[in-house]
């Protein structure tokens, strides 16, 4: 995917149109309607500021890498389902939570479902306990 291509894809799944993005770059929607067409490129610090607001990486954003975040990778199950995103991430912190979580449930039970939200309870209540003595 081309440089457009790709800013094109992250626009959309965030939702946004061009006059958003332009105004949260302090750009003019020409521009970014530009870039996406392939007319023009951003010069590199503008480059960088794309990358750091969709949390990406900058190889991801010129198009030679498929992981938008190479901090990021994706646990999944046997399936292919993502149970949880581990490393740098923008999420919110419900999400981040969220994701913890289904880590610690892959991590303790692989792909059974038999895990209860209180079990996952029980192992971080645990685990505060024994992180609490190693502090003291």
């Known amino acids: 995917m081309s440089f457009g291509d790709v800013l094109r894809s992250l626009r959309k799944q965030h939702h946004m149109t061009q006059s958003d993005l332009a105004r949260v770059l302090g750009v003019a929607e020409s521009a970014v309607s530009m870039w996406e067409l ?3 490129r951003p010069d590199h610090e503008m480059m ?18 498929d992981v938008p975040n190479a901090y990021r990778f994706a646990i999944k199950a046997r399936n292919g389902e993502v149970l949880a995103w581990v490393g740098k991430s923008a999420a919110a912190p419900q999400e981040a939570e969220e994701s913890r979580r289904r880590a610690l449930r892959f991590a303790l039970w692989g792909d059974a479902d038999d895990m209860t939200d209180a079990d996952v309870e029980d192992v971080l209540k645990y ?3 024994i992180r609490s003595k190693k502090n003291k």
């Open 127 to 129: 685990a505060d306990y």
């Open 48 to 65: 960088e500021q794309i990358a750091d607001y969709f949390n990406v990486d900058m190889n991801y954003l010129f198009g030679k890498s």
């Open 38 to 40: 392939g007319r023009r």
